[in-house]
């Protein structure tokens, strides 16, 4: 059964850093492009990055330059370093695992978010 937890949440205040974690089990994760979207208060859920699997990224236009995914193939992780963060930055942020082959057409694996706040 798949499996994705976040962790690495919380609140900060505007320019500092956060660093969001996604632990997979249950997928073959090397087949599995991964993603980190993000939903602020009454708004739509929004893609902020994903990284296939042999490592090649793209992020949301407001994030590039200060968000930065990763992942750990070893590992079955994911990661989301977040560096400048502004208080748009605010929302439940959820890890998504969909098959290579599916990307952009499937829903795929979803965590169950974890909570970020940048606030002063």
């Known amino acids: 059964q798949a499996q994705l937890v976040e962790s690495g949440g919380g609140l900060v205040q505007p320019g500092g850093s956060l660093r969001l974690s996604c632990a997979a089990s249950?997928?073959?994760?090397?087949?599995?492009?991964m993603a980190w979207h993000r939903q602020a208060p009454g708004k739509q859920r929004e893609l902020v990055a994903h990284?296939?699997?042999?490592?090649?990224?793209s992020y949301l236009d407001s994030v590039k330059g200060r968000f930065t995914i990763s992942r750990d193939n070893v590992k079955n992780m994911v990661y989301l370093q977040m560096n400048s963060l502004k208080p748009e930055d605010t929302g439940v942020y959820y890890c998504?695992?969909?098959?290579?082959?599916?990307?952009?057409?499937?829903?795929?694996?979803w965590g169950q978010g974890t909570q970020v706040t940048v606030s002063s």
């Open positions: 249950g997928i073959i994760f090397s087949f599995y492009t």
């Open positions: 998504n695992g969909v098959p290579n082959p599916t990307w952009g057409r499937s829903s795929g694996y």
């Open positions: 990284i296939v699997s042999g490592g090649m990224t």
